[in-house]
């Protein structure tokens, strides 16, 4: 199953220094059978766009959190094995979590398809987003504005013998 990652660039550098994704479980996105239910008309393309913005704005949570780590959301791509997968038996509250899913083992860097990345130019709008996550999820207006006006911006894609140059 192909599941999107949150990270941080850091958490990317952390990466491709010990060539794995881990520790388990890992927070990740996926084409779940909640996202098709709930997105019937969508083919796979749109239902892939559709999970990998939930962990856009996961990686918002993960930046929230590291005050040191670069206003650039980044999200992980990567192939895991069914076995690997828990799909969240809560609730789906109000949309959100639709494709949510737990990673239950480390993922190691040849399952790793691509890399999303923030270019430099939407720092300003990740680094006000960052800052206002909190107040978004507790259901701020405002503050989902501003969560908002960092997803308009378009995640970078790196194939993963590109990932390196993000740091040199």
């Given at each position: 199953m192909?599941?999107?990652?949150?990270s941080?660039?850091?958490?990317?550098?952390e990466?491709?220094?010990?060539?794995?994704?881990?520790?388990?479980?890992?927070?990740?996105?996926?084409?779940?059978?909640?996202?098709?239910e709930?997105?019937?008309s969508?083919?796979?393309?749109?239902?892939?766009?559709?999970?990998?913005?939930?962990?856009?704005?996961?990686?918002?949570?993960?930046?929230?959190s590291?005050?040191?780590?670069?206003?650039?959301?980044?999200?992980?791509?990567?192939?895991?094995?069914?076995?690997?997968?828990?799909?969240?038996?809560?609730?789906?509250v109000?949309?959100?979590?639709?494709?949510?899913?737990?990673?239950?083992?480390?993922?190691?860097?040849?399952?790793?398809?691509?890399?999303?990345?923030?270019?430099?130019?939407?720092?300003?709008?990740?680094?006000a987003?960052?800052?206002?996550?909190?107040a978004?999820?507790?259901?701020?207006?405002?503050?989902?504005?501003?969560?908002d006006?960092?997803?308009?911006?378009?995640?970078?894609?790196?194939?993963?013998?590109?990932?390196?140059?993000?740091?040199?």
């Amino acid at each position: 199953m192909r599941v999107y990652l949150p990270s941080t660039l850091s958490g990317l550098a952390e990466i491709l220094r010990d060539r794995k994704l881990e520790p388990a479980p890992l927070t990740g996105y996926a084409v779940t059978p909640a996202l098709r239910e709930w997105y019937a008309s969508a083919d796979l393309e749109e239902l892939e766009y559709a999970a990998m913005a939930d962990a856009a704005k996961d990686s918002l949570r993960l930046l929230s959190s590291d005050p040191d780590a670069a206003s650039r959301r980044v999200v992980i791509v990567a192939e895991v094995p069914d076995d690997a997968i828990a799909y969240e038996s809560g609730d789906v509250v109000d949309g959100e979590d639709r494709a949510l899913v737990r990673v239950t083992r480390a993922i190691s860097f040849e399952r790793i398809v691509s890399g999303h990345v923030d270019d430099a130019e939407a720092e300003t709008d990740v680094r006000a987003a960052r800052a206002a996550i909190t107040a978004a999820d507790a259901g701020d207006d405002d503050a989902r504005f501003t969560v908002d006006g960092a997803a308009g911006h378009e995640l970078m894609w790196y194939a993963t013998q590109e990932l390196p140059h993000l740091f040199g």
